[in-house]
């Protein structure tokens, strides 16, 4: 048999991995290009593909009622290869799909390695790829190396943007007192591979959290340099401390807010706050910060955090840290197929596209992957619907935002990345009233239309792949 030219693919994480997965599915020879462990990045520690560098958790996994879950299903039934792995190596997380990274890596990698379209290149694309590569997605993430990043900027014409992403720490299980803290989900909640107590949870009073507030405002923060001033943080991602600095409550009501949670050895009290641990490996031997990304210098880290009860005899499998993050302005760069508009044979994937967050990373990656396989191959190439979180994710990077087309005499707003949220999807309007005739209030008429759009977005999804050769080639 034949086969067409091949794809080429530059970058081994989740958006690269899920792009050369799609292609090689659709019956497209793919050529997969990996720097590591050739060139290190400033974030990974090894160089498996796919590797999760900052949390475990590809987050809420319930597809009718969060944006993010709805956008799991969409990539389950697009073939995904980033969730097959991610359902196979899942962990205890309430109701949230969370992995064993490393095994999670391992799987993507036997995968890729394994599969007769895939080639694996370790070696760096420094500068533009060569002119006979006729059909390019570059998926280097938030990470690519200067000599590529500047490349692309010189093609553009564009500076690229960035910002600071960082890292929550890693605590050994042995090291945790738990006769101070307890087990169990937010609510008690049952997820995927979950028991309904599935984190580790580390009480505060109202004494005990001011000290902590104090002692993380004070605390030594490592330094920029000159160029790095004026970088903003992704909101999204922001340091622990960097919230603190906004107001002496607002961890209560975000990483540390205790709601749903109530120790049971005190008559069920619910404290001030909390700082819950999230599972990080199969073995349950590491503990993930969960919200508790950092600046602080490493042993400003073990200090400050070792104030938290439970955690006073901590040892940490890994400290938290900081990278500097760049993407594209995609609204204005790329087109609706992902294709670079300065040189169409390039298409961009993953967080380099102003995306943010594993799971959106993928799905760029994935939809990348399927629009490369269908112009390899000669056919159609409809981007989803956007009534779908993959089309909705889309639309976004690629004309959705508000940036590019400004009201006259209004200056256009900046384009920052973004997770997937039903703010992006249009919504569906939902029955006024239930099935006994009562109406439909509040809360509940939210969660109402909430699954009513989730249900219309799965529909026409469906619509969508029946249509798209290369799609149900994948997907078989």
């Not at 597809?63 to 190596?89: C, F, P, T, Y």
């Not at 890994?318 to 609706?336: A, C, F, V």
């Not at 008429?445 to 219309?456: H, L, P, S």
Request: charged content about 25%; overall charge neutral.
């Amino acid at each position: 048999m034949t086969h067409p030219a091949p794809i080429h693919v530059i970058g081994g994480g989740l958006a690269g991995s899920e792009a050369a997965f799609q292609i090689a599915c659709a019956g497209v020879p793919v050529v997969l290009h990996e720097m590591r462990p050739i060139r290190k990045t400033e974030a990974h520690s090894t160089d498996g593909f796919a590797e999760l560098v900052c949390s475990n958790s590809f987050r809420s996994d319930d597809w009718e009622n969060n944006a993010v879950g709805l956008l799991h299903e969409e990539m389950r039934r697009a073939g995904s290869l980033i969730l097959k792995a991610a359902d196979q190596e899942k962990l205890p997380a309430g109701g949230a799909l969370a992995v064993d990274r490393d095994r999670f890596s391992a799987e993507v990698t036997r995968q890729l390695e394994a599969h007769p379209l895939i080639t694996v290149a370790r070696e760096e694309i420094a500068g533009l790829p060569p002119p006979e590569w006729d059909s390019v997605v570059v998926a280097t993430g938030p990470l690519t190396s200067p000599a590529l990043s500047k490349a692309i900027q010189g093609l553009t014409g564009e500076g690229e943007l960035a910002f600071f992403d960082a890292i929550a720490p890693v605590i050994h299980a042995e090291s945790i007192d738990e006769t101070i803290a307890w087990r169990q989900s937010r609510y008690d909640k049952v997820g995927p591979a979950g028991t309904g107590a599935d984190y580790i949870n580390c009480p505060m009073e109202k004494a005990e959290y001011e000290a902590f507030i104090d002692a993380l405002i004070a605390g030594e923060k490592t330094s920029f340099k000159e160029w790095e001033a004026t970088t903003p943080y992704f909101d999204g991602c922001l340091p622990i401390e960097v919230m603190a600095e906004r107001g002496r409550e607002t961890l209560r009501f975000g990483p540390m807010k205790p709601v749903g949670l109530a120790d049971p050895r005190k008559q069920f009290h619910r404290p001030w706050a909390v700082v819950q641990l999230r599972q990080d490996n199969a073995l349950g031997s590491l503990w993930n910060m969960v919200g508790f990304q950092t600046k602080l210098k490493h042993g400003e880290q073990a200090r400050v955090f070792r104030m938290i009860p439970g955690l006073a005899n901590a040892e940490f499998a890994r400290l938290g840290g900081l990278h500097r993050n760049t993407y594209l302005n995609s609204p204005k760069l790329l087109d609706q197929n992902l294709r670079l508009k300065a040189d169409p044979r390039l298409r961009f994937a993953g967080q380099i596209t102003g995306v943010e967050g594993y799971v959106e990373s993928a799905a760029i990656g994935l939809l990348a992957g399927r629009f490369a396989a269908a112009g390899r191959l000669g056919k159609p190439s409809a981007p989803p619907p956007p009534t779908t979180a993959l089309g909705a994710l889309l639309d976004h990077i690629t004309g959705g935002h508000l940036g590019v087309q400004a009201e006259p005499g209004i200056a256009p707003r900046s384009f920052q990345p973004m997770n997937i949220n039903f703010g992006l999807i249009p919504i569906t309007e939902a029955p006024t009233h239930d099935a006994e005739g009562k109406k439909i209030k509040g809360k509940d008429r939210g969660f109402a239309k909430k699954r009513a759009t989730a249900r219309k977005a799965i529909a026409d999804l469906t619509v969508w792949l029946a249509a798209d050769d290369p799609a149900k080639a994948a997907a078989e």
